[in-house]
């Protein structure tokens, strides 16, 4: 089905994967490396949620979100804590030859 026939149907239809970074230029330079984005919008300060976000385009045309903590009391900046980030890291092999991959236990 194409994007016109779900948005009719009442389907809702896939826009973008947000991806929580430390940090907007670091998190930039990761996923511009492994997913292979090189279109990137301004950033944009986004005060109501703490956050700064920015937007990404792979060549296949997936859209990117990343978002950034705003300030120490950001709700990101919880979601990208030490113990979180142990648990996830669990998810990505780094004796893999490329680059976060993923893999099932």
């Known amino acids: 089905m194409d994007q016109q026939i779900l948005a009719t149907e009442g389907y809702m239809t896939f826009d ?3 991806v929580l970074v ?3 230029a ?3 330079s990761i996923l511009s490396r492994a997913l292979g984005i090189r279109h990137w919008t301004v950033e944009f300060d986004d005060p109501v949620n703490d956050v ?4 990404g385009r792979c ?3 997936m859209c990117y979100e990343a978002v950034a903590p705003r300030s120490p009391e950001s709700p990101v900046r919880n979601a990208l804590s030490e113990a979180a980030c142990k648990r996830a890291s669990r998810l990505v092999r780094t004796d893999s030859p490329a680059p976060y991959r993923i893999f099932s236990p």
């Open 59 to 61: 060549a296949s045309g």
């Open 26 to 28: 670091h998190g930039r």
């Open 16 to 18: 973008h994967l947000g």
């Open 22 to 24: 430390s940090d907007l």
């Open 52 to 55: 700064f976000v920015q937007f």
